[in-house]
């Protein structure tokens, strides 16, 4: 197979070896841990475990600031040398596009979602593209803006996955600006994965959808003078346990304060003995001090649904541990993921809680996926949720496929990456 000079990865959310063992296109590969995505794809532009690049989950607690936040964009969170710089020291190109992180990113194209959020509520919708008039040639190429309200929240759907993959059609097309390495990303296939579960008929139909996504985009690839890599970046499992909400457990503990205003309990994390930050099935509790560290240790062991509990020490030992990391470290029993709410009752929860509010809810809410009551807001209702991934355990590869020779089958994502960081120094 002759080898071209360019070179197109493309992140496909929720592309687990379950899904696709029949093809054999694919080949499976264990991903890293916690298998969600801020984490994974920082793992693969540096090849760093989360201990050497500190994006520890998609939601992060910043100590200054006594808040968590997540989804925050600046490529700045992810610390540690990325596998292109000698690549672009040497003149070569590189793109991001719709990877998170990467805003201000020392790279040479970026597309990315850059809403502003109206103060009188509701949003411009917009991209940051990197160069400034990319969006609206893209916006020209492709026929329409991309509408956000199809990557997330209860309207997301495959129609994100549509717009992305002809732009990145027709980036490749572009000769002034198509990037030597370009990276992409295509979301859809979480969102009915998460809603539905992987073994459900809607499932099927968006692995359908994905698999013609696939063959088109490869097809352009190769018009274009791209060789090309796939890979999942987590599988999802089947939610069969429910939801396990180590918040309420650490708030009956006494150690999780909350401030009362007008019935709502909000967070207080100026206060809080230890809180978790809940993502998928993992959670990282932040403790004040190592009394709290061993209460909340105590409290959590004993919650059905925790299957580990690891401290700094057992963290180390497995890379996981940074400054951002928790003090301890949950990991979720098979078939069941964590919830962030403190709140038991509905009256209880804060004004955020039933509106899609990713950067502020301070851990991950699926239900957002979910029209809620009354018109106008999210579900609460946790049992909704019937996939969910990051605890990466056996059983629990992803899926990979390249138009490259590999010699040996990387065995797991951080190999993946370090075939690619090799493929460029391949061009002198």
Same mark, same amino acid.
């Given at each position: 197979?002759?080898?071209?000079?360019?070179?197109?990865?493309?992140?496909?959310?929720?592309?687990?070896?379950?899904?696709?063992?029949?093809?054999?296109?694919?080949?499976?590969?264990?991903?890293?841990?916690?298998?969600?995505?801020?984490?994974? !794809?920082?793992?693969?532009?540096?090849?760093?475990?989360?201990?050497?690049?500190?994006?520890?989950?998609? &939601?992060?607690?910043?100590?200054?600031?006594?808040?968590?936040?997540?989804?925050?964009?600046?490529?700045?969170?992810?610390?540690?040398?990325?596998?292109?710089?000698?690549?672009?020291?040497?003149?070569?190109?590189?793109?991001?596009?719709?990877?998170? !992180?990467?805003?201000?990113?020392?790279?040479?194209?970026?597309?990315?979602?850059?809403?502003?959020?109206?103060?009188?509520?509701?949003?411009?919708?917009?991209?940051?593209?990197?160069?400034?008039?990319?969006?609206?040639?893209?916006?020209?190429?492709?026929?329409?803006?991309?509408?956000?309200?199809?990557?997330?929240?209860?309207?997301?759907?495959?129609?994100?996955?549509?717009?992305?993959?002809?732009?990145?059609?027709?980036?490749?097309?572009?000769?002034?600006?198509?990037?030597?390495?370009?990276?992409?990303?295509?979301?859809?296939?979480?969102?009915?994965? !998460?809603?539905?579960?992987?073994?459900?008929?809607?499932? $099927?139909?968006?692995?359908?959808?994905?698999?013609?996504?696939?063959?088109?985009?490869?097809?352009?690839?190769?018009?274009?003078?791209?060789?090309?890599?796939?890979? &999942? $970046?987590?599988?999802?499992?089947?939610? %069969?346990?429910?939801?396990?909400?180590?918040? *309420?457990?650490?708030?009956?503990?006494?150690?999780?304060?909350?401030?009362?205003?007008?019935?709502?309990?909000?967070?207080?994390?100026?206060?809080?003995?230890?809180?978790?930050?809940?993502?998928?099935?993992?959670?990282?509790?932040?403790?004040?001090?190592?009394?709290? %560290?061993?209460?909340?240790?105590?409290?959590?062991?004993?919650?059905?649904?925790?299957?580990?509990?690891?401290?700094?020490?057992?963290?180390?030992?497995?890379?996981?541990?940074?400054?951002?990391?928790?003090?301890?470290?949950?990991?979720?029993?098979?078939?069941?993921?964590?919830?962030?709410?403190?709140?038991?009752?509905?009256?209880?929860?804060?004004?955020?809680?039933?509106?899609?509010?990713?950067?502020?809810?301070?851990?991950?809410?699926?239900?957002?996926?979910?029209?809620?009551?009354?018109?106008?807001?999210?579900?609460?209702?946790?049992?909704?949720?019937?996939?969910?991934?990051?605890?990466?355990?056996?059983?629990?590869?992803?899926?990979?496929?390249?138009?490259?020779?590999?010699?040996?089958?990387?065995? %797991? !994502?951080?190999?993946?990456?370090?075939?690619?960081? *090799?493929?460029?120094? %391949?061009?002198?």
């Amino acid at each position: 197979m002759s080898v071209k000079r360019k070179l197109l990865v493309v992140d496909v959310a929720a592309l687990g070896w379950n899904l696709v063992s029949h093809l054999p296109e694919f080949r499976p590969m264990e991903a890293i841990f916690p298998a969600v995505t801020c984490p994974v !794809q920082a793992s693969f532009r540096t090849g760093l475990p989360i201990g050497g690049h500190g994006l520890v989950a998609n &939601g992060l607690h910043f100590p200054e600031l006594a808040k968590v936040m997540f989804w925050e964009q600046s490529a700045r969170l992810v610390e540690g040398k990325r596998i292109w710089e000698e690549f672009r020291a040497r003149g070569k190109t590189v793109g991001l596009m719709f990877w998170q !992180q990467s805003l201000g990113e020392a790279v040479d194209l970026v597309v990315s979602p850059w809403p502003v959020h109206k103060h009188s509520g509701g949003m411009i919708q917009s991209c940051h593209t990197q160069p400034a008039e990319l969006e609206a040639r893209l916006n020209e190429k492709v026929g329409r803006a991309f509408n956000l309200m199809n990557y997330w929240g209860p309207l997301a759907n495959h129609k994100s996955s549509d717009w992305i993959v002809e732009a990145v059609c027709a980036v490749m097309e572009m000769p002034d600006v198509a990037p030597d390495v370009l990276f992409a990303y295509i979301p859809h296939l979480d969102y009915d994965l !998460q809603r539905h579960g992987p073994d459900s008929r809607k499932a $099927d139909k968006a692995l359908d959808v994905l698999l013609g996504y696939l063959s088109h985009i490869k097809a352009k690839a190769a018009e274009c003078g791209y060789d090309w890599i796939v890979f &999942g $970046d987590y599988a999802i499992e089947q939610v %069969t346990g429910g939801a396990v909400f180590p918040n *309420r457990c650490l708030r009956e503990a006494g150690l999780f304060a909350t401030r009362e205003l007008k019935g709502m309990a909000y967070p207080d994390f100026y206060t809080s003995r230890a809180f978790a930050v809940s993502d998928h099935g993992v959670a990282n509790v932040h403790c004040r001090d190592a009394a709290a %560290t061993a209460a909340a240790a105590d409290a959590l062991r004993s919650l059905p649904g925790v299957a580990e509990v690891l401290g700094k020490e057992e963290q180390a030992a497995r890379g996981l541990a940074h400054s951002r990391s928790g003090d301890l470290m949950l990991v979720a029993a098979p078939g069941v993921w964590f919830a962030y709410p403190w709140f038991t009752e509905r009256s209880e929860a804060p004004d955020f809680a039933g509106h899609v509010d990713i950067h502020n809810k301070p851990g991950y809410d699926p239900c957002e996926l979910f029209f809620g009551w009354p018109p106008g807001t999210v579900s609460f209702n946790t049992d909704k949720i019937h996939g969910t991934h990051g605890s990466n355990r056996a059983g629990m590869e992803v899926a990979w496929a390249t138009s490259l020779e590999i010699a040996q089958a990387p065995k %797991t !994502q951080l190999n993946l990456a370090h075939e690619v960081r *090799r493929w460029m120094e %391949t061009l002198a």
